[in-house]
C-alpha cells in the first residue's frame, strides 16, 4: 500500500514538473522544439483497435498474441480468421470480399504461382581451386574395432554369451594380457 502511494506521489510530481516547463514560454521553447518532442505525446496513429473489444487499443506487433487473449474472453464472438493473415478476424459474412481484397494474399500467391525463378549462379564462379581430393582413400588404414583391441594393451568383455563361453574367453583375455605385460616389462 505504502509502495503505491509513493508511486502516485512521484507521477503526480513529474506530471506537476512538466506542466510547470510548458507554463513558461520561455522554458518550453528550449525544451522542445515542437509538440511531438513533447514526452506525453500520443500518436494515435500507431495502434490498432482490436477487433473483439474496441476499446482494446495496441501496438501492431502485439496484436497477434492479444488475439489469442482476448478470443478467451470472448467465445461467443462469431469471428473468423482470414487464411493469409491470423491478425485479419472478420465476419463469415465479409470473409469472401476480404480474400479478394486482402494485402496478405500476394505472399501466398508469390509463393504458390512464382513470376520468375532466381537467378541460379554458376558453379564455376563458386568453385575455389584446391589440391585436396576429398573423392581419393585416405592415407590411413581404416580402424576395425575388432582387431584392434586384440593388438593392443585393452581390456574387453564378452557380451551376450553363455556363462562357459565368458569363462572360456576371460582366461583367453589373462593370456594375452600377461604375454602383453611381459612384452611390455622386457
Not at 7 to 27: A, E
Not at 122 to 147: F, G, L, N, R
Not at 164 to 172: D, H, W
Request: aromatic share 8%; net charge positive.
Amino acid at each position: 500500500m505504502v509502495a503505491g502511494k509513493f508511486s502516485l506521489v512521484k507521477r503526480s510530481s513529474t506530471l506537476l514538473n512538466l506542466l510547470t516547463i510548458m507554463s513558461s514560454k520561455k522554458d518550453m521553447s528550449d525544451k522542445f522544439n515542437d509538440l511531438s518532442d513533447l514526452p506525453i505525446a500520443f500518436d494515435s496513429s500507431k495502434y490498432i483497435t482490436c477487433p473483439y473489444d474496441k476499446v482494446h487499443r495496441l501496438l501492431p506487433q502485439r496484436l497477434a498474441n492479444h488475439l489469442t487473449r482476448c478470443s478467451r474472453n470472448h467465445p461467443s464472438s462469431k469471428l473468423v480468421r482470414c487464411p493469409f493473415n491470423s491478425t485479419h478476424l472478420l465476419k463469415k459474412n465479409e470473409l469472401i470480399p476480404h480474400l479478394s481484397t486482402c494485402e496478405s494474399s500476394s505472399v501466398y500467391t508469390n509463393f504458390q504461382f512464382p513470376d520468375k525463378l532466381p537467378e541460379s549462379s554458376t558453379a564455376s564462379e563458386d568453385i575455389v581451386p584446391s589440391k585436396e581430393d576429398w573423392d581419393a582413400e585416405p592415407p590411413a588404414p581404416t580402424y576395425k574395432p575388432i582387431s584392434h583391441p586384440e593388438d593392443d594393451f585393452i581390456l574387453r568383455n564378452l557380451q551376450g554369451a553363455q556363462p562357459a563361453e565368458r569363462r572360456i574367453f576371460r582366461a583367453m583375455e589373462r593370456k594375452r594380457f600377461n604375454e602383453h605385460k611381459n612384452k611390455f616389462s622386457k
